[in-house]
């Protein structure tokens, strides 16, 4: 009996100690080491990749924005706000871009609600950046899974040199060059697809305007 009492109780000690070592191992210095060397080498990346124009924070490299007219009625929370036409525009999103609420529709891909919003969708993109339907993309119809990518294919971004550059009084091979010096390619030369950052795309697009 009391060799068992004993040994449970050794057991316990050495259960206590070994939770003990790894609370302060992984919960303490492990963390403040990753976050010391993310700090020190890599400070803009791990404070959120925050981008800055004369000091002052205009977005993220990593969640998307809108890019609208400014509400006729701000107060008005039914009012819809129109994509801004100097402006090349992002994905649809679920969301709004709104990060607090990122997430899909999580409708099916035979869902009939699906398929009529991506219709309307195209036949919108379209007529806003006057091409044929058979020239949109699929990222100009469908939101990403998180509702927030920064990021369109460089197809969405060609389909809206014209009408961006009528919108700025700039040629179309200005905003042609500008949208193939912004094209990043497959990360580490095979994986993903092609793609454009919208925000900086944008803020690219804002300084050639201004020359």
Do not use: C
């Not at 993109?125 to 058979?134: D, K, L, M, R």
């Not at 990403?144 to 809206?160: C, F, L, N, R």
């Amino acid at each position: 009996m009391n060799n068992s009492v004993a040994n449970t109780g050794r057991l316990a000690w050495a259960a206590l100690r070994m939770l003990l070592v790894l609370t302060v191992v992984t919960g303490i210095l492990y963390p403040l080491a990753v976050t010391g060397v993310a700090q020190g080498l890599f400070r803009d990346k791990a404070n959120g990749s925050i981008v800055k124009v004369g000091g002052e924070e205009v977005g993220s490299e990593l969640i998307g924005q809108t890019w609208d007219l400014p509400k006729k009625n701000p107060d008005d929370d039914n009012e819809v706000a129109q994509p801004d036409p100097k402006w090349f525009q992002p994905r649809p999103s679920n969301s709004g871009y709104d990060p607090l609420s990122t997430g899909s529709s999580q409708l099916g891909a035979s869902d009939p609600t699906l398929t009529k919003q991506v219709g309307d969708t195209k036949r919108a993109v379209a007529a806003f950046n006057g091409v044929p339907e058979s020239e949109v993309p699929k990222d100009a119809v469908t939101g990403s899974a998180s509702a927030i990518d920064p990021h369109i294919s460089p197809e969405y971004a060609k389909i809206q040199i014209k009408r961006v550059a009528q919108a700025n009084g700039l040629t179309g091979q200005q905003v042609a060059q500008l949208v193939e010096d912004s094209t990043e390619g497959r990360t580490a030369g095979f994986l993903g697809e092609p793609y454009v950052n919208v925000l900086m795309l944008n803020l690219a697009l804002k300084d050639l305007a201004a020359r």
